[in-house]
């Protein structure tokens, strides 16, 4: 003869959720892990493994020890003495020339302009 | 009123309203618009951004302002069904013309054949940012990128001012005593007349013509206005095209086009285009005032003006 025990009825949980939803609730919390870990380790990761840093650079940053800077930048007296390898040449400094000059030209051409072929 | 030298042209900026300094403080950053611009586009300069894409092989990744211009002209190849053309570079240089134009510099016995080449071949990707350029098409975005400038200088400039880089303007507000700009259309036949005056206020002006861009190819005579579709230069029946449009790098790419097109094709495609009008010349000297917005503008006989300017209007004022 077999008896049954009959104990109390099975608590009901608290969070009664399908199977879908359970996989829904566990995907949202990886991705919030993951954001959580990227953005902690992003912020760990040195300066220069950055974006963005040769903006900075150019900002001034670069006065820094340890970091780097373009030679034609440094004022001509402060500027380290360059060993080329044989055969090798320094190229021209970047383009920086200055804006085309301005002059005054007499105001009565104001009122009147004319329009050509150029 | 003050004055540069930028992009083989006279620059002129005006902000009648400033004080002599401030309006040359603000001449001065106008320059500096013109001098980086011409860092970029200058297709003369070897070391310009635009010199290094037109010599290298493979996909390159360009600045985002040049990246914008191309897609801005890749915008008016559309706009004018393949009218404008930056890839007629090539046929530039096989013309001869390689070096910032003067009068008998690029003369010469005899010429290259150019290279066919279309704009549609060259792909642009937006996402990395980059150009792709098949070899042998060279690029030149020479007028469009001036009216570009003009455009971006103006910006700088409180109103009433104006910035003229050779013909293509920029006018804000309504001149320098508020009854409008007063811009001559230069007669292509003779420097010192002019075919027409305009008043302009709140819009810009572009002008095309062979008249002062040419040279000699043996026998044969050669302009810097290149006919994408045969690529040879324009063989049009107009001697020149005037556009007012609401920009100056619309104007001088319309103004172009209009030459290319020729009188009966430049009418139609001006009438379609709103706030446009244009002021095309016939080689007998004949004017024809073309475009919707020279219908909509107010029309005087004189020098008066008869009614209140408007944002974006203009008028014309036909010479006795």
């Known amino acids: ?118 | 009123m003050f004055a540069l030298r930028a992009m083989n042209t006279d620059v002129l900026v005006a902000a009648p309203l400033l004080s002599e300094v401030d309006e040359e403080s603000v001449a001065r950053r106008v320059a500096d618009v013109f001098a980086s611009s011409e860092r970029i586009f200058s297709r003369f300069r070897p070391n310009s951004e635009l010199s290094l894409l037109n010599a290298a092989t493979g996909q390159v990744t360009v600045s985002a302002e040049m990246f914008a211009a191309l897609r801005r002209a890749r915008t008016y190849n559309a706009l004018t069904g393949g009218l404008f053309d930056p890839a007629v570079g090539g046929a530039l240089l096989a013309f001869g013309y390689d070096r910032s134009f003067a009068p008998g510099a690029l003369d010469r016995e005899s010429a290259k054949t150019p290279r066919r080449a279309s704009f549609g071949d060259v792909v642009l990707d937006r996402r990395t940012r980059s150009v792709f350029r098949p070899r042998g098409v060279h690029l030149d975005l020479g007028g469009m990128v001036k009216g570009r400038t003009v455009d971006r200088a103006a910006r700088l400039l409180p109103s009433p001012g104006v910035v003229d880089a050779g013909g293509d303007a920029v006018f804000l507000g309504a001149g320098p005593d508020g009854t409008g700009w007063l811009v001559d259309v230069e007669d292509p036949r003779d420097a010192s007349r002019s075919v027409a005056t305009l008043r302009l206020c709140d819009c810009a002006v572009a002008t095309s013509a062979p008249n002062r861009r040419h040279w000699r190819v043996g026998t044969a005579r050669m302009h810097h206005i290149v006919d994408p579709r045969s690529h040879r230069p324009a063989e049009s029946d107009l001697a020149q095209a005037t556009v007012i449009a609401p920009t100056a790098e619309l104007a001088d790419v319309l103004a172009k086009t209009a030459f290319i097109l020729g009188a009966r094709l430049a009418r139609a495609f001006l009438e379609r285009m709103p706030r446009v009008g244009g002021v095309l010349v016939l080689p007998a000297g004949e004017v024809q005032m073309v475009g919707k917005a020279m219908k909509e503008g107010f029309v005087v006989k004189g020098s008066a003006c008869a009614a209140p300017f408007r944002q974006n209007c203009f008028m014309e004022v036909w010479h006795a």
Request: proline content about 10%; hydrophobic content about 40%; glycine content about 6%.
């Open chain 1, 1 to 118: 003869m077999t008896t049954e025990r009959r104990g109390e009825p099975r608590p009901k949980p608290r969070l009664d959720l399908s199977a879908l939803e359970w996989r829904l609730l566990l995907t949202v919390a990886l991705a919030i892990t993951y954001v959580f870990a990227w953005f902690e380790f992003r912020t760990a990761l040195p300066a220069s493994a950055l974006r963005g840093t040769a903006e900075r650079r150019n900002q001034g940053e670069a006065t820094a020890p340890g970091s780097s800077v373009w030679l034609t930048d440094l004022p001509p007296g402060e500027r380290p003495a360059v060993e080329l390898p044989a055969g090798w040449t320094l190229a021209s400094p970047v383009n920086r020339e200055l804006a085309p000059a301005v002059v005054r030209v007499p105001s009565t051409r104001a009122a009147r302009l004319r329009t050509r072929s150029s």
